[in-house]
């Protein structure tokens, strides 16, 4: 099934090349096959104005064009140099109305120049680099449904003006089947216009393929030796792609991604995001920024990348072979989420590697929502993220479902020729991708003294974050016990006692001070201190180190409040751990 899968896979692939380099006079639109398979493209390429005599001639023009970009003189119009763009009370009432269909302020951005100039973000040092000239070329693959027109476009003036054109093989812009006017015809027209040796290219699928089918359809459609996949609301900086092609030539089997900034989604202010930072994952299925461990930080030059666990998605780099070779991506996953993650454990755990670029910097709007629909009733980040944990998690998928019990016994669909892809590539398991790339990710079930649920004999009753996300500061309460083995378990009452003595779930900690009764989750800081708890299993009491005092509760019926108060040995201060792990 597997070599089925794949072979189908390369079928495509070479039927999508043939169908590409047969037009490559951009005539007409015209429309591919329906295979009715998973990446379905009716492909329109924009043709290009003008014809070239020859290579050089091409190149030629391609550098007059980077060269008058980057030698023009300072403009000073709304957001140059990456400013905050000020509205007036009209504009803003119009960006307000606006704001809920954009989902970011697209007033601002329509006053912006498409090409405006930005401050370069990188480290000093990285501006004296010396990168050799010989480097391999990049297709840049740039997906998108329903965006506003500004915000893409402006993405690949950045991408031709700041990318020395013998790197910049093409723009790949893929249409996923948006149904917004001004996407259409116009942005062809557009494109057409300002890139008129046809560098940008524009594509579009004939269904809604969701952006893990449109990746992987762009990633068909490109020629390039390197595939870099940028969101269509990006800003690439001044140098960004020299770093990442310098890599990928030293060493093929690397996924990277720029450091990216933040474009401010109400004033399209571009900023950096402070220091470096690598990604992670929780258990329940999502990327997480975390800081670079001090461990590897300490030997790391400003300009050196950095290995991380996982990457946030969209931004990323991967010699165009070698992403065909560890399975692009996983074409049953629907429209949104799970792929950053899928893609991050398949390159470690088949033999490859992740890395962040410091000195490659890129620009990106961060948006609290979509501007394009989701499918009715359906979970498409928690499906796909359970064919993820099917397919990569061996057992610790358990942790997965112990915070997704909902998707237990949903269907995900067919995952075999992904099982059999990890099969021909041999690829590690799920535990030693945590022992050697991950060390530091807290198991909640394994090495500690105990886990599980927290619970009073006395009231019968469990800490709970009573509905509450403990990404904030939250007090714990109490509630009945959700009794029940393994997986059943709510993980609104997940605790476990950590070797350092924590009471701890993933990323929060109990903590307490000397100065009030009250308990607080809050992040783990690692040094003890007021997030110490010492638990006496014969007696029962769990007691605050620093302060000396007993873990208590005031339960009134169902529900209530745990405290710190004096250790007297009542029964409001007995508790148990669901699970013990004998040392
Ligand atoms: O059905 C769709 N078809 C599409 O073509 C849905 C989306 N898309 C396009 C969309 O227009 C956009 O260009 O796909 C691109 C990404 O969608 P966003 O910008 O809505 O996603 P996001 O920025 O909220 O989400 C991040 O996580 C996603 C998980 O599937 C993808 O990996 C995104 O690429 C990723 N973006 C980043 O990592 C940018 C940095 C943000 C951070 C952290
Ligand atoms: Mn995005």
Redesign the pocket.
Same mark, same amino acid.
């Given at each position: 099934l597997g070599c089925f899968g794949l072979l189908y896979l390369c079928g495509v692939f070479y039927f999508l090349h043939v169908a590409f380099h047969d037009r490559t006079e951009y005539d007409s639109e015209f429309e591919a096959a329906d295979d009715a398979d998973s990446v379905a493209l009716g492909i329109g390429v924009v043709p290009p104005k003008l014809k070239f005599s020859s290579r050089e001639a091409l190149m030629a023009f391609r550098y007059k064009r980077y060269e008058r970009a980057k030698r023009r003189p300072q403009r000073d119009g709304p957001g140059e140099m990456g400013k905050p763009v000020i509205l007036t009370v009209e504009e803003q009432r119009e960006a307000d109305r606006l704001f809920a269909k954009e989902t970011f302020n697209v007033v601002a951005s329509n006053k912006v120049a498409m090409d405006r100039s930005i401050h370069d973000t990188r480290h000093p040092e990285c501006k004296n680099v010396n990168y050799p000239k010989a480097l391999p070329n990049a297709s840049i693959v740039?997906?998108?449904?329903?965006?506003a027109f500004t915000p893409l476009v402006r993405t690949a003036h950045s991408i031709v003006n700041r990318s020395p054109p013998e790197y910049l093989h093409e723009v790949i812009l893929?249409?996923?089947?948006s149904d917004r006017p001004e996407l259409g015809d116009n942005l062809l027209e557009y494109v057409e216009n300002t890139w008129p040796d046809g560098i940008v290219k524009v594509y579009r699928t004939n269904e809604?393929?969701?952006?893990?089918r449109?990746?992987l359809a762009g990633a068909m459609l490109a020629t390039g030796d390197v595939l870099i #996949?940028l969101?269509? !609301?990006?800003e690439v900086n001044n140098g960004w792609i020299e770093p990442i092609l310098y890599r990928i030539k030293e060493k093929h089997s690397v996924v990277l991604c720029p450091m990216?900034d933040s474009i401010n989604d109400k004033t399209l202010e571009y900023s950096d995001q402070g220091g470096v930072q690598i990604g992670g994952f929780s258990w329940n299925g999502h990327?997480t920024?975390r800081p670079i461990p001090k461990s590897i930080k300490q030997d790391l030059s400003p300009t050196d990348p950095v290995r991380s666990p996982t990457?946030?998605?969209?931004?990323l780099a991967v010699d165009r072979s070698y992403f065909f070779e560890i399975g692009g991506y996983d074409p049953g996953m629907d429209?949104?989420?799970?792929?950053?993650l899928e893609i991050s454990f398949r390159t470690w755990m088949c033999g490859g590697s992740l890395e962040f670029i410091p000195c490659s910097r890129v620009g990106?709007? #961060?948006?609290s929502a !979509?501007?394009?629909s989701f499918p009715d009733h359906k979970d498409v980040?928690g499906l796909?993220s359970k064919r993820l944990a099917e397919v990569w998690m061996d057992e610790y998928k358990r942790l997965f479902y112990m915070h997704r019990k909902d998707l237990l016994d949903k269907d995900a669909g067919d995952v075999s020729d992904r099982i059999a892809l990890r099969k021909k590539l041999k690829c590690r398991s799920f535990k030693w991708y945590l022992e050697n790339v991950y060390p530091e990710k807290y198991i909640i079930d394994e090495n500690v003294k105990a886990w599980g649920y927290i619970r009073n004999p006395q009231s019968s009753l469990c800490l709970d974050l009573l509905g509450k996300d403990d990404k904030t500061v939250i007090p714990v309460g109490l509630f009945y016990c959700q009794i029940s083995a393994g997986v059943g378990i709510s993980s609104n009452q997940i605790f476990s006692w950590s070797q350092d003595n924590e009471l701890r779930r993933e990323e929060v900690c109990l903590d307490a001070t000397p100065a009030g009764p009250d308990v607080l989750l809050l992040p783990c800081h690692g040094l003890k201190g007021h997030q110490e708890w010492y638990h006496n299993m014969e007696s029962g009491i769990i007691k605050h180190v620093v302060t000396n005092k007993c873990l208590d509760h005031n339960n009134v019926g169902s529900s209530g409040k745990v405290s710190i108060q004096e250790c007297d040995g009542k029964d409001s201060q007995i508790w148990a751990f669901e699970h013990y792990i004998e040392s």
């Open positions: 740039v997906v998108f449904c329903n965006e893929l249409d996923d089947y809604r393929s969701g952006l893990i449109a990746k #996949f969101d269509a !609301h990006c990216i990327f920024w990457m946030a998605g969209g931004l429209i949104w989420g799970g792929e950053n990106h709007i #961060f948006r !979509h501007p394009y980040h796909n």
